[in-house]
């Protein structure tokens, strides 16, 4: 505990009263119909982005069942590893760091069950970066609702993606749409999420993301929006709809 | 908590197939063939399986079918042995109104083809152990399988153990995976055992099956390559459970005798090619086709009445499902015994194979008996769709298995 206390205090980004929300939420991680379902249902849609953007970018075969094989992927704030998983199962090296020393310990373990080999660390992008790391793939997904400072945490996190590397990136909107379906709808009417999971105020535009990553060095490529349909329970990827959740893809220049 | 076991003697693969038929085996290959690691574990050793006096029966293989070996390698090694379905001629009794299917109505290709099992089995053995991501382990007999929110782990009788993600059942109608996972069936007897052989015949059969719907039950004339120069036939005669024991009792000519009238003249005088086997059938479908990391394929799922020759080839069309979702996951990286996936695979063959059983159990109970009212309504029926071009097209590619919403592999697709 006395780790997690002195890491905390040593990475400004990180909200304490933020961390302390997911924690209780940790254990839930891996339920398909727990907490955690809408993340277990978005998964697909967001795999399915960032392996085909992947794909295109480092010039690989989606069809095989490893084409990530050589790269170098760093997943900021992995949570239980429900992206670390897949994606080391597509071969990449993987990474995945949290600053919940319970979510390192619940994904640690998640993997040994299957079968999948992940490198699990406690800490902030702000100590990778001091560490000189670098990744080919940088995931920084529904992470930024959560820190405090924002340009801080974005410039770590492009400082960590290596010249001609990719940064995926997504959170929620700040748009009345999204107050309305993800706070309203996800958290109070169907009880998706526990309430105060997220804070509106907190939601990035796309505008203000393109901008604060053009100042990590990131150069935005593509963005699109990710939308849900309640008659059937799916989401699907819509590139002309933003206004709720979204995510992007980025590119850092050599 | 298990005791913990030496490395080298967990073997990890994503998919633990049960079960080394031709369901198992077709799964495997599909699987592996896209690089998935699987192991396929049976207790029967492969060289008991392929032997001559194991398994006499020949097996119809629809056009679609046909593409899905074709898709997962299978085909090359069994086209040799399989024979051209170019026409089938269903009457009903001894009325002559018949239902006649050409290939050329509906294309260039064969309705599909009759191929001998044993020759299926060599070919699917043969390319399964070519396969580096298929790991066969047969003879071997499994001791306990456990199946875990995180994963599946199948000890054997040697002491290793297997590490999957999802069990696939390929254990055949009484598979005792289905029933260790409390999964019900639900089972219709039709008092009706089915006669398979095969006889040689004086005229050639010009690629042509005959489907005689008798009050006893179907008897179907299915075209075999012929062997040494003789033309050959399998026989797949159904008729009802009281009879079948004295009919399997008849020496060679006597059962020929009994044979002859329901074969008819059309090809010659008949001599027996082999033994006799004789199976009582019943329909069986499952309640559910999954479980936690579980999924029901071929046989283990649904057995169906062998009159419209569809059996192995729902088993098939099972196969061309499940492995796509399971290589789709996969290819996101996905764990591929997440519940979304196999309810993807069970929404998807569940309903189809229902429907085809009922048609055939209807269609069954239909023809098999003598009632004056059903054999006119039988025979206007027959002639009707005879008749009606289109409606005759719609039933052939039935039979041919090219409709509804189609696998990739059944398109004749890559997987």
Known sequence: ?254 | MAAPHPKDSTIDVEALIVGAGLVGLTLGSALAGAGLPVAVVDRADPATIVAPEFDGRATAITHAGVRVLQGVGLWDGVAAYASAINDIRVSDGDSLLFLHYDHREVGDEPLGHIVENRYLRLAMFDHARSLAALNLLAPMEIVEITRAPDGVVAELADGRQIRARLLLACDGRNSSIREAAGIGVTRLPYNQTSIVCAVFHDLPHNNIAHERFLPGGPFAILPMKDVDGRHRSAIVWSDRNELVPALMALDEAAFITEMAPRFGDILGSLELAGPRWSHPLSLLHAQSYIGQRLALVGDAAHAIHPIAGQGLNMGIRDIAALAEVIIDARRLGRDIGAPDILADYERWRRFDNMVLAVVTDVITRLFSNDIAPLRAARSIGLGAVNRIAPLRRNFMRHAMGTVGDLPRLVRGEAL
């Not at chain 1, 998706?192 to 907190?202: I, N, Q, V």
């Not at chain 1, 989401?235 to 220049?253: F, H, I, P, Q, T």
């Open chain 1, 1 to 254: 505990m006395a780790a997690t206390a002195t890491n905390r205090k040593n990475s400004p980004s990180i909200d304490a009263g933020e961390l302390d929300k997911f924690r209780a939420m940790a254990e839930e991680w891996w339920d398909p119909d727990g907490k955690f379902r809408p993340l277990h249902k978005i998964n697909p849609v967001r795999l399915k982005y960032i392996r085909d953007e992947a794909c295109e970018h480092f010039d690989l075969d989606p069809a095989t069942l490893t084409p990530f094989l050589g790269l170098t992927v760093l997943d900021v704030g992995c949570g239980g590893g429900l992206l670390c998983e897949p994606l080391a199962r597509l071969g990449a090296a993987v990474t995945g760091i949290d600053a919940v020393s319970r979510n390192i310990e619940i994904a640690h373990v998640h993997a040994e069950a299957s079968a999948v080999s992940i490198d699990y660390r406690m800490a902030t992008v702000e100590e990778l970066m001091d560490e000189d790391r670098q990744f080919d793939i940088v995931l920084n997904m529904e992470v930024i609702e959560h820190v405090a400072d924002v340009d801080a945490f974005l410039g770590a996190c492009g400082a960590v993606v290596g010249d001609g590397g990719l940064m995926f990136f997504s959170t929620l909107n700040r748009t009345a749409k999204a107050f309305a379906l993800a706070i309203v709808g996800g958290e109070y009417i169907l009880r998706w999420l526990p309430r105060g999971t997220h804070d509106w105020r907190k939601f990035v535009r796309p505008s203000e993301f393109t901008r604060g990553l053009a100042g990590a060095g990131i150069d935005v490529t593509g963005m699109t929006g990710v939308t849900y349909s309640p008659l059937t329970d799916q989401w699907s990827l819509n590139r002309r709809d933003l206004d709720v959740n979204y995510m992007g893809c980025g590119v850092k220049a050599p």
